[in-house]
């Protein structure tokens, strides 16, 4: 089992920058693809990013990429998205997720584990 936490969040203007953390707990984050999810208010969670448990591939959403990036650090036992070039359509409770049984996907039932997710605001 793994409890992820993420960081990292706040307010910025359009055009700006944040990065986001996702610190995981017990030994074994490196047998866990990881990804980032975002859920905007009214609106369905959707995928955003992934990573393999090695960090070696990643896949973005067509709506971030270019503008995101995912790493991983495994022997910190963290997960981080870069973002770039805000957009203001990019305001969203940004989630980070684990999944025990792939090496990554962009379904949200895929992943096992959750965090409780991070607030972005990006103004116009």
């Known amino acids: 089992q793994v409890q992820l936490r993420e960081s990292g969040g706040g307010l910025v203007q359009a055009g700006g920058s944040l990065r986001l953390s996702c610190a995981a707990s017990?030994?074994?984050?490196?047998?866990?693809?990881m990804g980032w999810f975002r859920q905007a208010p009214g609106k369905e969670r959707e995928f955003a990013a992934r990573?393999?448990?090695?960090?070696?591939?990643?896949y973005y959403a067509d709506s971030v990429k270019g503008r995101f990036t995912i790493s991983r650090d495994n022997a910190k036992n963290t997960m981080y998205l870069q973002m770039n070039s805000l957009k203001p359509e990019d305001t969203a409770v940004y989630y980070c997720?684990?999944?025990?049984?792939?090496?990554?996907?962009?379904?949200?039932?895929?992943?096992?584990?959750w965090g409780q997710g991070t607030q972005v605001t990006v103004s116009s």
């Open positions: 997720a684990a999944s025990a049984t792939t090496d990554g996907s962009t379904l949200v039932y895929a992943y096992d584990y």
């Open positions: 017990g030994r074994t984050f490196s047998s866990y693809a």
């Open positions: 990573i393999s448990r090695g960090g070696g591939t990643t």
